[in-house]
């Protein structure tokens, strides 16, 4: 393991789901750290040092499905409501509430719900890359497969169970490192080319990743760490999340448009598709996150922002924690 992550301690704890696994360094105050897609608590490890460094006890999960946390068979085990509760187990078997909850992709759609759903034990809020949007319109499905236009969208793409996994499965390093390149902004697709979220009618995702080139932000030991995890676990239970957004707009009905209060901090990337899908989303944030202390746009950053920028993004989310009410 690099020696960036060398002092790091592993913990399992009891979740509803059965367990969550988490690597946490330093003492102080709880900053819960999760995930997106298709990563796991190693996208932590440029902050859980930084933040350790600044005073702070930084616990990484695997989020359920991933790496050695518990992976549900059923695929409405991966709802929203779910992942909240998991996350509750973590702060109370740590001893950490209130904490603070920081997300990143698929990560930050559930500290924002996490903030939202149960304020006595989120105290505050960070969002990096997918900002906060209300739960509201239409039905989830319906949307994305409008986004795809005559081709489909990457969220339809993996809806049915097993087609993604075909996919990726038999190649899981190649395929990772033809994600990940894809949406970081020094091996993405240049302006004008074809797409890389968006899928052929009877093609495949990875026909438009690029190849042969890692981004500089992810070493061969790095790219070895996570293909190995998945190679492991199979991508199953990362792709059931995608499997319930219309479960989790019918789960949330009861909090239609409604904001977080808590104090939060955004950070994106400004070539990250996430910030030029949801702008509007960004722009409302006076009215969805009202104790929003601050909003970043990280210029030449693609979509694996606290990998991509991992001093600056340490750098903001230290900043934004000092200040917050203790």
């Not at 409008?146 to 339809?156: A, C, L, P, T, V």
Request: proline share 8%; aromatic share 10%; hydrophobic share 45%.
């Amino acid at each position: 393991m690099p020696e960036h992550v060398a002092q790091v301690t592993h913990r399992v704890v009891p979740s509803p789901g059965g367990r969550i696994h988490l690597v946490e360094q330093g003492a102080g105050p709880l900053v819960l750290l999760l995930h997106g897609f298709p990563e796991s608590w190693y996208s932590w490890r440029r902050q859980l040092p930084a933040l350790a460094a600044a005073g702070y006890r930084a616990a990484a999960i695997d989020v359920r499905g991933y790496g050695r946390s518990s992976k549900p068979a059923a695929a409405d085990a991966y709802r929203m409501l779910d992942l909240v509760e998991d996350n509750v187990a973590v702060v109370r078997a740590l001893g950490g509430e209130p904490a603070v909850v920081v997300g990143h992709d698929w990560g930050s759609v559930v500290a924002a719900n996490s903030a939202l759903l149960r304020p006595e034990v989120f105290r505050a809020v960070g969002l990096l890359s997918v900002p906060y949007v209300p739960r509201g319109g239409p039905r989830p499905s319906d949307v994305f497969a409008r986004m795809g236009g005559d081709e489909e969208f990457y969220i339809s793409y993996f809806q049915e169970p097993g087609r993604a996994e075909a996919e990726i499965e038999p190649d899981v390093r190649g395929w990772l490192a033809g994600f990940y390149a894809a949406l970081s902004a020094d091996t993405m697709p240049a302006p004008g080319a074809p797409v890389p979220y968006l899928v052929s009618r009877g093609g495949l995702l990875r026909d438009r990743f690029p190849v042969g080139r890692l981004p500089a932000w992810l070493s061969e030991r790095d790219l070895d760490f996570y293909a190995a995890e998945f190679e492991r676990t199979g991508l199953t239970g990362a792709l059931d999340r995608y499997r319930n957004m219309d479960r989790d707009w019918e789960d949330l009905a009861a909090f239609d448009g409604a904001s977080i209060a808590q104090p939060a901090i955004y950070i994106g990337g400004g070539l990250d598709a996430s910030t030029a899908w949801l702008a509007d989303a960004v722009a409302a944030f006076p009215v969805t996150l009202p104790g929003l202390v601050s909003s970043h746009l990280l210029t030449g950053c693609g979509h694996w922002v606290q990998q991509e920028r991992p001093a600056e993004v340490n750098r903001l989310l230290v900043d934004w924690l000092a200040a917050l009410p203790s």
